[in-house]
């Protein structure tokens, strides 16, 4: 149930993140064009990209991605070992990131969460509301903690016995 829970979450921030990926295409191509055809850029290109796009592009989709197996990784032992010591290695293996991604969560959390209350924004051509633009991150990092404590603690598969 929680996995299946968890799944979705993941599916809905990937979209969030692909949608990015695609404003961000969209957003330079016009840019590029309104300003080769009609000498008129984008105005909100460059800010929305920034702010908004490429945090959400970056940390939406982390969860998903680990969880298909997408994800970069350095190796130095073999995927899964025999015995109790595999067990242990394939948990540290999902732990140690976790504790850093939960450390990313509450460090990025708190960053928002302040620049919410105190009404952070940046003036540009839009007077954009920062909070909302850091928020991206302690809920992709959020989640993918999430997803490591999940498969650490109650993946049954994590080492050949």
């Known amino acids: 149930?929680?996995?299946?829970?968890?799944?979705?979450?993941?599916?809905?921030?990937?979209?969030?993140?692909?949608?990015?990926?695609?404003?961000v295409a969209g957003l330079i191509n016009a840019d590029i064009l309104l300003r080769l055809f009609a000498n008129r850029p984008?105005?909100?290109?460059?800010?929305?990209?920034?702010?908004?796009?490429?945090?959400a592009l970056a940390t939406l989709s982390l969860s998903r991605v680990f969880r298909d197996g997408g994800h970069l990784?350095?190796?130095?032992?073999p995927e899964r070992l025999p015995?109790?010591?595999?067990?242990?290695i394939s948990k540290l293996r999902l732990l140690l990131p976790a504790a850093f991604f939960v450390?990313?969560?509450?460090?990025?959390?708190?960053?928002?969460?302040?620049a919410i209350v105190h009404g952070d924004v940046e003036y540009g051509?839009?007077?954009?509301?920062?909070?909302?633009?850091?928020?991206s991150i302690p809920l992709g990092c959020g989640v993918l903690a999430l997803r490591l404590l999940?498969?650490?603690?109650?993946?049954r598969d994590l080492a050949v016995t």
Request: hydrophobic letters at 55%; glycine letters at 6%.
């Open 42 to 55: 984008v105005q909100i290109q460059f800010e929305l990209t920034e702010l908004y796009l490429m945090p």
């Open 1 to 23: 149930m929680l996995d299946k829970v968890l799944s979705k979450i993941e599916d809905v921030l990937h979209l969030a993140g692909c949608l990015s990926l695609v404003a």
């Open 73 to 77: 990784a350095l190796e130095f032992t």
């Open 103 to 114: 450390a990313v969560t509450a460090m990025s959390g708190k960053f928002a969460l302040e």
């Open 83 to 88: 015995g109790l010591i595999g067990v242990v």
């Open 125 to 135: 051509v839009v007077d954009w509301p920062l909070g909302r633009a850091y928020a």
């Open 150 to 155: 999940h498969d650490a603690l109650f993946k």
